[in-house]
């Protein structure tokens, strides 16, 4: 803030006292007071209010694909319907030292990256891990892990709150779950068995309605059918990854979608490897089996429920006993990592094929890994284009053994045809909305499809209600054909919703990175900053890793204290999507 625009804000007397009262604080007090301040005057739509009146039971969830944080509401339901008081939380909004005015709580935690913990609870995990973390005597706990058995750290987070709380001095209610991805079984098993941990209350709540709620919610297991409007390419044409923008046709009335969602695609595997797969281990596509309650054809359960490409621990180890391989057997017992560099060279489809046998088809779908919904962000306000969903998709492709191979889902959308139909459901991204404040700036960061939330931030805008300027920086492989969105991204700028688009071509602008060219303006992101400004960040994963790490590399050696990376980070203006 300049001193002219303080002196409009404050008096002379007060503002006086503001100056005498800096002056006697040194750097590092200034940077802890800018990002309090900031923090108190920034409070975003996904604050939760505070835990009040000590709930029996907290139920408290990190979660970055959703599923934790979906467990966590089918545990809230179980427990209402056993007249347990219980509150859920997301962990990204807790401090652990809240954790020991609790009694009882329920942690349901996944684990990403390589053994991490979900982005949006690191704050909450590194206070929990410090030396100077708050002891948790009275607490009584339970931890549901989410994982994935072919990651070399299994449940890692889980493990590791598990035992962090048992060191502070929590106790265990009962048992550690650690959940591999075909989870709703071991999980309801486990909600069912530490809710007969928990004491009654005496109120009894009804929840008829909420069960009539839930049952005509728009959900994974109950997912919305679209048809496909449009499908158009806005990339170049030579490249092996099209990015593809995609109109769906939707009842906005059934689904409620805020500028930052994503939508859930159920997918489907391409019929080409269905009939791969039943070739190779000689069953036939029209025999009957029974999956998730449903008892359908084999080929129609392999296309739309059974991973086709990752084996799991326990299809490796059936397969080694009905192909009667001592050399599978020999894989199937070896240890985690020498496994990993096993599965890294063959999918589901080789092992059968270097490994013939003949199997009960039943037998084969149990063993699979269930197919995963992919998420993809949509890129339309719902508010400006009523009744369609907009996705901006990429086709993934990567290298595998000496061949190429296509993303299951990404490759089936860029393909996909007018009228074809997907099945979908929303997926809340509150750590990605808009501000509360309807006015602060925004730094809008994205590498490729990371620009899809952006645009329905901009339409968002175009309703005139909001007019917080936008500042977008964008990177993508040429500037001639790959700038998404071009055309509209200028007409955002002529409308003055757009303030300033900065971009980086990685394959023109050799020398330079997206990190570079944010520090580029670095005055310019201090001045933003200094005005509230929100940073977003969207598109993969490492790219914009290194850009942030750039970013707060560059500040850390700047001299500007007057902004503190950590504090806008606490204070919830730097909002990360990132896959
Ligand atoms: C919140 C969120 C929003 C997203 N938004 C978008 C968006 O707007 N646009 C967009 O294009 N994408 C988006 N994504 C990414 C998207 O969800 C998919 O991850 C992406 O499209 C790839 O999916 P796929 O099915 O095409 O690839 P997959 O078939 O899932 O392949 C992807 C990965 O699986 C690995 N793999 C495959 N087989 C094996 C094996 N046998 N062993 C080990 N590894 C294996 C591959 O190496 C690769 O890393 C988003 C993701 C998230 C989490
Ligand atoms: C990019 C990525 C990395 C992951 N890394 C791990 C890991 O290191 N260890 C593990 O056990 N599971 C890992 N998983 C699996 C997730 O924990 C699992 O899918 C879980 O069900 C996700 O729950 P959530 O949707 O609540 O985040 C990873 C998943 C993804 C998408």
New binding site residues.
């Given amino acids: 803030m300049t001193v002219s625009l303080a002196v409009d804000v404050f008096n002379d007397k007060k503002w006086q006292e503001i100056q005498l009262l800096l002056q006697t604080l040194d750097a590092r007090q200034m940077t802890w007071l800018s990002g309090y301040l900031a923090g108190q005057s920034n409070k975003t739509v996904e604050t939760e209010p505070p835990i009040v009146n000590e709930p029996e039971v907290l139920v408290a969830y990190g979660s970055?694909?959703g599923n934790c944080e979906k467990l966590a509401r089918q545990l809230e339901a179980l427990a209402r319907a056993e007249n347990i008081k219980v509150v859920v939380r997301d962990l990204a909004y807790i401090y652990p030292r809240q954790l020991s005015k609790q009694s009882h709580v329920l942690f349901i935690c996944s684990t990403h990256g390589d053994g991490d913990p979900p982005e949006s609870i690191k704050n909450f995990y590194a206070s929990l891990m410090d030396a100077k973390a708050a002891r948790l005597p009275n607490l009584r706990y339970a931890v549901l892990s989410l994982g994935d058995s072919?990651y070399e750290h299994f449940c890692a987070t889980g493990k590791q709150l598990d035992e962090r709380f048992a060191s502070l001095g929590g106790t265990r209610l009962t048992f550690r779950q650690d959940c591999d991805v075909d989870y709703h079984g071991a999980a309801k098993l486990w909600m069912e068995e530490v809710l007969k941990l928990i004491p009654r209350s005496e109120s009894v709540e009804s929840t008829t309605r909420q069960h009539i709620e839930q049952s005509e919610k728009i959900t994974k297991s109950n997912p919305l059918l679209t048809t496909v409007l449009s499908n158009t390419r806005l990339s170049s044409i030579s490249r092996t990854n099209p990015?593809h923008h995609i109109e769906l046709s939707i009842d906005s009335k059934r689904v409620s979608l805020a500028p930052g969602d994503?939508i859930g695609v159920l997918?489907r595997n391409p019929d080409s490897l269905v009939d791969e797969v039943l070739e190779a281990a000689s069953m036939k596509r029209d025999e009957v089996v029974t999956i998730n309650h449903r008892t359908t054809r084999l080929d129609m359960v392999l296309a739309e429920d059974c991973d086709l490409?990752?084996?799991s621990n326990k299809f490796i180890e059936m397969w080694s006993q009905v192909a009667l391989s001592a050399d599978l057997t020999a894989i199937a017992n070896l240890e985690h990592s020498e496994k990993k560099n096993f599965?890294?060279t063959?999918?589901?489809l080789d092992i059968i094929k270097k490994f013939p046998a003949k199997v009960d088809a039943q037998r084969f779908v149990d063993h699979l890994r269930p197919l995963?919904p992919?998420?993809?962000?949509v890129?339309n306000s719902i508010n400006l284009v009523e009744d369609e969903v907009h996705?901006?998709?990429?086709?993934?492709t990567?290298e595998?053994q000496d061949r190429v191979?296509?993303?299951?889902?990404?490759?089936?959308?860029v393909d996909i045809k007018e009228n074809d139909q997907l099945r979908i459901y929303p997926?809340r991204?509150s750590r990605f909305h808009l501000p509360e404040a309807l006015d602060v700036p925004l730094i809008l960061i994205a590498d490729?499809?990371?620009i899809?939330?952006y645009r329905s931030f901009i339409q968002e805008l175009q309703l005139g209600i909001r007019t917080h300027p936008c500042w977008l920086i964008f990177s993508e492989e040429q500037y001639e054909e790959d700038f998404l969105y071009q055309v509209e991204l200028q007409k955002a700028m002529e409308l003055g919703i757009l303030k300033r688009i900065d971009t980086f071509f990685y394959h023109e602008q050799l020398d330079s990175s997206l990190g570079k060219t944010v520090v580029e303006q670095f005055d310019l992101l201090i001045d933003w900053l200094k005005q509230g400004a929100h940073i977003y960040l969207c598109g993969d994963k490492q790219l914009l890793t290194e850009c942030e790490i750039e970013m707060t590399s560059w500040l850390m050696n700047s001299g500007k204290h007057e902004v503190s990376w950590q504090s806008l980070d606490s204070s919830h203006r730097i909002h990360r999507?990132l896959?």
């Fill in positions: 970055e694909t072919t990015v994503a997918v490409t990752i084996p599965l890294k063959y999918q589901v995963q992919r998420l993809y962000d890129a996705l901006t998709v990429k086709k993934y990567y595998f191979e296509e993303g299951v889902a990404s490759a089936h959308l997926y991204n490729s499809t990371g899809a939330p999507n896959y």
